[in-house]
């Protein structure tokens, strides 16, 4: 079965700055699809960026960009130019090529500080 | 804009009461899923469909909780009865056939008192 983990439950950067979330996984599969989500308080949750392990380049989004490390099992989230509206919970996730269950992590609570 | 839609957003209901939530997938979608989110135990999928066939609900108490798609804009989960233990956020989330990423809904919070 596939795992997700996210080491760090809590943390806080200044405004401005740039913070770079952790995730690591477990799968046999060697084609997938992995997620940062990000929750704010609203509760919605709005995936923020994606990548297909068949690629070898990392997926960026404006200023959020993602380091997926293949063989280490590893996709980790950087906020570039972190701003106030960045606080939320982001959530990592793993879903198999060809199946539909998203395997969510515990999440990471960021707080963006002025 | 096309989105997931949930009813109700808010519910408390007492033990042992009879809970139904319900989702409106965004239209053309054809994969739902129901998932729970705790404090303790993060987001938890309890059931999904493609196609309203239910494909694994596994994650789902089986003794009280129930998961149906009468019609492909409408997916139900029903708690009978409820209990405290329940209280959770339910999130429903629809995907296309291309099966790339889940849209979610924003959610019931579910307390049963």
């Known amino acids: 079965a596939q795992t997700v983990t996210q080491s760090q439950p809590e943390m806080s950067v200044q405004e401005a700055e740039t913070v770079t979330l952790s995730c690591t996984y477990d799968t046999s599969e060697n084609n997938y699809y992995l997620f940062w989500y990000k929750q704010p308080p609203s509760r919605q949750m709005i995936l923020v960026i994606r990548?297909?392990?068949?690629?070898?380049q990392n997926a960026t989004e404006n200023r959020f960009s993602v380091n997926f490390q293949k063989a280490a099992k590893s996709f980790s989230l950087k906020i570039s130019d972190s701003q106030l509206g960045d606080t939320a919970m982001y959530f990592c996730?793993?879903?198999?090529?060809?199946?539909?269950?998203?395997?969510f992590g515990k999440g990471t609570r960021l707080h963006i500080l002025p | 804009d096309a989105r997931v839609t949930q009813t109700p957003r808010h519910k408390v209901t007492e033990m042992g009461q009879e809970v139904t939530m319900r989702c409106q997938p965004i239209?053309?979608?054809?994969?739902v899923f129901w998932y729970r989110q705790t404090m303790m135990q993060g987001l938890e999928l309890l059931a999904y469909f493609r196609n309203r066939a239910p494909l694994d609900d596994s994650g789902m108490p089986k003794d009280r909780f129930s998961a149906e798609m009468p019609d492909a804009t409408l997916a139900t989960l029903k708690i009978q009865p409820s209990e405290p233990r329940d209280s959770a956020v339910y999130f429903c989330?629809?995907?296309?056939?291309?099966?790339?990423?889940?849209?979610f809904g924003q959610g019931t919070r579910l307390t049963v008192v």
């Open positions: 239209l053309g979608h054809n994969t």
């Open positions: 990548q297909e392990a068949y690629k070898q």
């Open positions: 996730a793993f879903m198999k090529l060809l199946d539909d269950k998203i395997i």
């Open positions: 989330a629809s995907g296309p056939n291309t099966n790339t990423e889940a849209f």
